[in-house]
């Protein structure tokens, strides 16, 4: 008895919050659609690109620095990243000259290639047609290496998992 109370004091509330903050439609609203879209590498003033070193690996490889702090050539650097999983890490090769390019106009200079390893192509780097998880995709591998080689040109770092979810067979 005493729990269907206190559900129903939670729902009420719940209701409440609701009409509070105005989620149900309002006639005279002065709200707005904003999208982003995922292709938009054009230039505008949010377009931080410039800021990054291209193409990754122009003055050496990346490392720690006697002050522990990371370097490449004689300058210090920082990164902004994100992480792709599963068949995001493959797109399709007028997909990722598009996708590199946006994640640059953000400012990211660092992708982790995630969770690669666990699904058959296209969905991973597994290769359909076989029952082991030996054979890698031929196609995923491409796709792979053709958006590592526009991240670079980005500026982007990778950091490839190798083994996240693979399960041996």
Known sequence: MRRE??????????????????????????MFAFYLPWDDFSPSPTNISVWIEKPTGKYGHV??????????????????????????C??????AEKI??????????????????HSRFPNGILARGYKDTRHLDP?????LDYFIAKLKENGIYVDLNLLVSRRFT
């Open 139 to 143: 196609e995923a591998l491409d796709r």
């Open 63 to 88: 490392y720690v620095g006697p002050d522990g702090h990371l370097y490449v050539g004689n300058k210090r650097i920082r990164f902004l990243g994100v992480n792709l999983c599963f068949g995001a």
């Open 90 to 95: 493959f797109p399709r090769k007028e997909d």
């Open 100 to 117: 590199a390019a946006r994640m640059a106009k953000f400012g990211i200079n660092i992708v982790r290639f995630h969770h690669m390893d």
């Open 5 to 30: 109370i206190m559900l129903s004091i939670l729902l009420v509330l719940m209701v409440l919050s609701l009409l509070a903050f105005g989620i149900f439609k309002r006639e005279s609203s002065s």
